[in-house]
Structures are given as structure tokens and as C-alpha cells.
């Protein structure tokens, strides 16, 4: 069991005073707040963004708080980063090992995580005293202001939705599989007995069955017969011969044409024609 914290926390004075800090990290300092499991103005703009999944968070790990959807926003004393050990990230406490929440800021420690370890004497004054995990978390409270520097390691709650994805695409893989070895074996029945997952029902959509119409003799004797096709036209033979008389004289108007482009020579006239 975790140390129990003098109240009203550093979290519920800000609450008081009108202050807005994250449920989730503990951060006052915001411009956008964003909405979450507890109302409006919940969450900072990071992990609004991340639990909503706006803009870049889109493609990256999200933030999942459906456990805190029925919880009020007065039961929400500390952030959600407060419960889980700021080294480990670990939410477990043992009798030697003790989770023990910092009265000044949004972290947390066990005893064993602690750079310079807490001795069992703060544990022993749960309740009765206020425990900072540095000098500088005594005057937040008055300052009411809390700065956060996230871990560079996964938060709780977050998670990927492309590993989320892959999931969902290997189990419905399976289920395909699983769908195709029942059509294989020798006791297979009908393909509309079988249910197929949503993403490939497509695939194995039954195919129907047509029945071919069976013929009668009297149908037979009666049936008049197909008609055959009809032939070509044939020109015939005065087209034939007026085409020709056309292509003959086309040709021989271009020769007329090619022998009028012939240049003719020019008589030069003697000096003695000039001469007087």
C-alpha cells in the first residue's frame, strides 16, 4: 500500500484556487487545455491530443483512459503518472519497498527507486507529515505552478494503434486460416454454412448454382432453326470498273501537273544580235 499523503494535496489547492492542471501528467503550464474522462479542460494539450487522437497523434501511440471514464472529477486528487513509480513506472508496493507520492509535484518514488532512497522513517509518518522529493517542490504549492519533464520511456495507458492494427489483421489472418483448413477437410459441407470474418467475407462468398433447362423432344420438333448469317454484299461489276476509270484519270491529271513544273530553257541571245 502506497504512503498516504496529507489532504488537501497540492492538486486539490490548485482546484481550489481555479487553477487547471492535467488529470493525466500534473502540468499547469497550458495554453490549449483539452477535454477528457473527467470534463472539459482536463487534460494539457499534449495528451488532450493524444487521448483524442488529433493532428500528428494520429500516428502515434495514443492514450487510453476508458478505466477513468466513470470516475467524478472531485475523486481525481493527483494525476494518473502520481500512482506509478517515476523510475520503474511501476504502480505496486511492497512492505520493504513502499510507493511514496511527493506533496510538491507530480512524482513518485519507491524507496528502493529513489536516488537517494527514503528511509522507513517518512514511511512510518504517512499522514502526519508532507514528503518532497526535492527542496524546490516546497514552494509550488505557494507559486501554484508545476512544471513536468515526462520520462523518455512508454507512460502508462499509452498505446500504439499500429500494434493495435497488426493485431486485429493477424487474429482475422488466423481466422481465415482456421476457415480454409475446415473447407479442406474431407467432412467439408457448403460454403453457406460457413462463417467467414468480416474482412474476408467477400472472398468466401458462396457461389450460386444455376440449373441448366432440360429440352423436350416436342420442344425439339417445333424449335425453328437458328437463322444463318448474312453474307457480305459483292460490289458489283460497273462499280468495279467506274472506280478504276476514276483512279485512271486521277493519275494522269497528276502527271500533267509534274510536266507543267518542268522549267524550260531560256535562249540566250548572241552579242552580234545586239550588235548595229
Known amino acids: 500500500m502506497a504512503r498516504e499523503s496529507l489532504r ?3 492538486f486539490e489547492e490548485l482546484s481550489h484556487n481555479g487553477v487547471d492542471w492535467c488529470r493525466y501528467c500534473g502540468t499547469t503550464e497550458g495554453i490549449n487545455w483539452r477535454p477528457g474522462p473527467w470534463g472539459k479542460r482536463t487534460l494539457c494539450n499534449k495528451h488532450g491530443c493524444d487521448y483524442k487522437g488529433y493532428g500528428f497523434a ?3 501511440p495514443r492514450l487510453n483512459l476508458k478505466n477513468f471514464v466513470d470516475e467524478a472529477l472531485d475523486e ?10 517515476q523510475m520503474c513506472q511501476l504502480d505496486t508496493s511492497e512492505l520493504d519497498n513502499v510507493l511514496v507520492h511527493c506533496d510538491g509535484c507530480h512524482r513518485a518514488y ?14 512510518s509518518l504517512s499522514g502526519s507529515s508532507r514528503w518532497y522529493c526535492e527542496p524546490s517542490c516546497r514552494d509550488n504549492a505557494r507559486k501554484r505552478r508545476i512544471v513536468v519533464e515526462l520520462p523518455k520511456c512508454r507512460l502508462p495507458y499509452m498505446c500504439s494503434p499500429r500494434h493495435t492494427a497488426a493485431a486485429s489483421q493477424s487474429a482475422n489472418g488466423a481466422a481465415l486460416i482456421q476457415s480454409m483448413s475446415i473447407l479442406d477437410s474431407p467432412s467439408r459441407r457448403s460454403f453457406s454454412k460457413i462463417v467467414a470474418p468480416a474482412p474476408f467475407a467477400s472472398v468466401l462468398k458462396p457461389i450460386p448454382k444455376t440449373r441448366k433447362r432440360k429440352t423436350s423432344d416436342s ?3 417445333f424449335s425453328s432453326p ?6 457480305l454484299p459483292v460490289p458489283a461489276m460497273s462499280q468495279i470498273e467506274s472506280s478504276k476509270a476514276r483512279l485512271s484519270a486521277a ?3 497528276a502527271k500533267v ?12 541571245r548572241l552579242e552580234s544580235d545586239y550588235a548595229v
Open 219 to 221: 420442344s425439339l420438333s
Open 110 to 123: 519507491h524507496q528502493c527507486c529513489h536516488p537517494e532512497g527514503i528511509c522507513d522513517s517518512e514511511v
Open 76 to 85: 481525481r486528487i493527483r494525476p494518473v503518472l502520481q500512482t506509478f513509480c
Open 8 to 10: 488537501p494535496t497540492v
Open 251 to 253: 493519275a494522269a491529271a
Open 226 to 231: 437458328s437463322p444463318s448469317p448474312s453474307p
Open 257 to 268: 501537273r509534274k510536266s507543267s513544273r518542268i522549267a524550260r530553257p531560256s535562249v540566250k
Open 58 to 60: 494520429s500516428k502515434m
